[in-house]
């Protein structure tokens, strides 16, 4: 059984995943183009995933046919992707809420969002907004985000998370949440708006980056 992911799979049922992941929901005909393998070796390794409890399937009536299914990742694959969030670092949170409240979870996030920001703001020095976007993506990516980002025709541009790398830890406390976009803020120094959020059931986390003159 799968115990871990990264973002270069060796095996067909991890690579299944991994795009399960990007992609939120996919049917097997949209795993046989990416995999370039066939029907009948797709739906064999879904069976086994399904076996495991990685992979849920949801039918779909079409207008012309037999219906078809499409395939998402469970609860439990959430754990093969990379978790910055230790369980010392949610027992800490729940230390301080005990002690403090809300408050005080609040308080020791912004002192912590504090010092990172002071860490990695020589990293977009000197730099456009799209190399700062770039630059910011890359910093989540690194942390376990799954994130990219891309230019808009409408001169804004997104970034991407795949994968919340706290998640457990943000289902409880959603001040980590509050967080992000005040991070890539002050990165950015331009407003960060969140369109998509992985907490209320989208696929993935977006947040949409408009240039100053815009505002």
Known sequence: MITNLSDSPAKTQEAILLHLKKAGELTVNDLCDMLKITSMAVRRHLVGLQKDGLILSRMVRQERGRPT?????SDKAASLFPQAGSTLALDLLDAIYEQSGS??????????NKKRLERLKARV?????????????KIFSEEGYMTEWEALPDGNFIVYQRHCAVHEMADKY????????????SLLQVPVTREKYILRNDPICAYVIKPQEQV
């Open 125 to 137: 020095e000197n730099k456009t907004l799209a190399e700062r976007v770039a630059e910011v993506a």
């Open 174 to 185: 959603r001040q980590l949440c509050a967080m992000e976009p005040q991070m890539m803020e």
């Open 103 to 112: 408050k005080g979870v609040m308080d020791l996030l912004s002192i912590r």
């Open 69 to 73: 299914y499409k395939y998402k990742l």
